[in-house]
């Protein structure tokens, strides 16, 4: 069976991700996770794919960011491979697709429009729905925080789910467990960090690597969380990414990039300058990579501190 997973919502794709793993986890079934793709090699999902192999019994495949990694060419051989193995009609092996950057325009996506057993696509979170979104990943993680609170987070991280829950994060640390009040948050001001990381890929998008890596330094003597860390730097390069990916005749129109990406209009015109340093295949790429390495980092394939120098190296 084929189950697909898209949409703009990419914290509320990963979360689901996670979520279903557990429930594999529990049961026992056979898992492989795919998610990078840039040297993959179709006959490896071929041979999981095939008889008397790892899919003798209930088994499953995470496809993770595919379509965001893979040119045309690409995803129509595993088109190929996926209609001349039948598989949406496998009732014992499923194959999951998380596709934050999928195009609908595509072949690959109207395949698995068809053909997918389940399809959900996320939406952008905002207001309530955002605040009611978060308050329910705080609870899962024993969290205590008012939605006051949860208001304030909203606002103050531009709307993003991977800076706010980072914030909560170290909130809950920092509060040792009890409730996090509204004047906690002035203890975990990332202001100064959100600069230096955007001077940082604003060093890198002009070719200077060593103002880079020194300020990238500064936060790793200080003792800045590696994971947090990577966070920003992705939430920096996925908002260069937007606007980039929103420039057209109007390369500069403000008010354009913000109708088409839904970004705060603040945030728009702040790196509007930064992203005209890349090109939108130099940026798709860096994504990659950070994808990568954030793989290799929680599966312990990379040493944190090298991870995100070779990244800044790579950028």
């Known amino acids: 069976?084929?189950?697909?997973?898209?949409?703009?919502?990419?914290?509320q794709i990963l979360n689901r991700k996670k979520q279903i793993r557990l429930k594999l986890q529990e049961k026992k079934q056979v898992l492989v996770e795919l998610s990078d793709f840039t040297d993959f090699k179709l006959d490896k999902l071929a041979d999981?794919?095939?008889?008397?192999?790892?899919?003798?019994?209930?088994?499953?495949?995470?496809?993770?960011?595919?379509?965001?990694q893979t040119n045309k060419e690409q995803q129509e051989k595993l088109l190929n491979l996926l209609k001349n193995n039948n598989l949406y009609k496998d009732q014992d092996n499923v194959l999951y697709f998380f596709e934050p950057k999928i195009d609908k325009r595509t072949q690959f996506y109207k395949y698995l429009q068809r053909n997918a057993s389940y399809k959900q696509d996320f939406t952008r979170l905002?207001?309530?729905?955002?605040?009611?979104?978060?308050?329910?990943?705080?609870?899962?993680?024993?969290?205590?925080?008012?939605r006051d609170v949860l208001q304030r987070l909203v606002q103050d991280y531009f709307q993003d789910p991977f800076m706010i829950m980072n914030a909560l994060d170290k909130l809950k640390n920092y509060k040792q467990g009890k409730r996090i009040q509204i004047q906690d948050l002035e203890q975990i001001t990332d202001a100064q960090i959100i600069n230096d990381i955007f001077k940082t890929?604003?060093?890198?998008?002009?070719?200077?690597?060593?103002?880079?890596?020194k300020l990238l330094g500064n936060h790793l003597e200080t003792g800045e969380n590696h994971y947090y860390l990577l966070s920003?730097?992705?939430?920096?390069?996925?908002?260069?990414?937007?606007?980039k990916s929103a420039q057209g005749a109007a390369a500069n129109s403000i008010d354009s990039i913000v109708k088409q990406t839904k970004l705060n209009r603040f945030?728009?015109?702040?790196?509007?300058?930064?992203?005209?340093?890349?090109?939108?295949?130099?940026?798709?790429?860096?994504?990659?990579?950070?994808?990568?390495?954030?793989?290799?980092?929680?599966?312990?394939?990379?040493?944190?501190?090298?991870?995100l120098y070779l990244l800044a190296a790579f950028s």
Request: charged letters at 20%; glycine letters at 12%; a positive charge.
């Open 232 to 243: 920003m730097i992705a939430y920096g390069y996925r908002t260069l990414t937007k606007i």
């Open 1 to 11: 069976m084929l189950y697909l997973y898209y949409g703009v919502g990419e914290h």
């Open 201 to 213: 890929i604003e060093a890198l998008g002009r070719g200077d690597r060593k103002a880079a890596l």
């Open 267 to 307: 945030v728009v015109a702040k790196n509007l300058s930064y992203a005209n340093r890349y090109t939108l295949e130099s940026l798709k790429r860096i994504m990659v990579k950070i994808s990568q390495i954030d793989y290799s980092i929680k599966t312990g394939q990379s040493n944190p501190e090298n991870a």
């Open 126 to 146: 905002d207001g309530a729905n955002l605040i009611n979104y978060i308050g329910g990943l705080a609870k899962e993680k024993n969290i205590l925080v008012s």
């Open 48 to 68: 999981l794919l095939g008889g008397g192999g790892l899919f003798s019994k209930q088994s499953n495949v995470f496809m993770s960011d595919f379509a965001g």
